[in-house]
């Protein structure tokens, strides 16, 4: 690269720079409301960027923590119901063999075919969250405040100007992604549920009866995993994301969630 290339790059960030500079930086000290203004404003912009990004984040979180527990749970659910299964063969077929591995081999099918649900719905339910919230960005536009640079040389009228956009700064996004925060964790957890709960209906279904005859309580009422989710998604229905100490899912389940995962 040439000395003259170097300059030319200099020159043209350093015409950058100056051309990105905000209008009241350079404003003389005696407009003292002003620059008092613009700091308040510039502050709850900040401030609301990263209240947005925070809550966003740990929406996710928590829906991570929910689906990492049913994942695990159900792991645990669908280990116990096999061994079952391959017990209750051993036991009812113990001196015919052959006609063993026939029965075992469809039932196996069968228990396959329900349990596939509840893992294609932990993915699609963290790709689909994961989505809603990302689509969030923040809208607004702090450079709108450098319009309020024509009121000059009237102080009064431009720290107004200026008051007015942050009071709309502070108002703006957050109470939507709020709502839509409640709304989507409310509805992803039931769904959840629902699937983690209909593996039952889905072995009845085509087995009467399976749970009694194979005596086995995983996915059934009685199922101390399943009675774990059920109260987890208690908590994120009840969850209100408006105050921040009003959300007990975090603290309550994150700690079991990162114990279980060690094991
Ligand atoms: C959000 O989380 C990511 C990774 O967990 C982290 O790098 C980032 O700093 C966090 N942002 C905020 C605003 O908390
Ligand atoms: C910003 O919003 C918060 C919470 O809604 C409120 O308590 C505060 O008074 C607002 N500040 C301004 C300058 O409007
Ligand atoms: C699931 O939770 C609901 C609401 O908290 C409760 O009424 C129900 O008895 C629970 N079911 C199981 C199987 O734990
Ligand atoms: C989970 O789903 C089951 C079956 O639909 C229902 O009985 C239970 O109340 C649900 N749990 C919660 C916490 O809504």
Redesign the pocket.
Known sequence: MKVCDVVIIFITLFYLKECTKDVFQNLDEKYHLVSEAYSITKKLFVQGRDNYNTLKNRSLHVMDTFLDLVYIVNEEMAKELRSAIVKFYKIKYFHDFTNYVVNIEETVDIIEHCLKEPLEKVDQIRAQFHDVIKNFQDSRNFDVVNRCYNELPDEVAVTHCLLHQAVLFNETMQANLIAIVEIKTRQHA?DM??TL?GVRKCLNDFVPNFFEQVLVDAYTNSCGFLKVV?AS??DL?QDRWRKFHETKFPKKWSPLVSLLKEK
């Open positions: 039931q549920n629902a709960f059920n998604v208690s229905i």
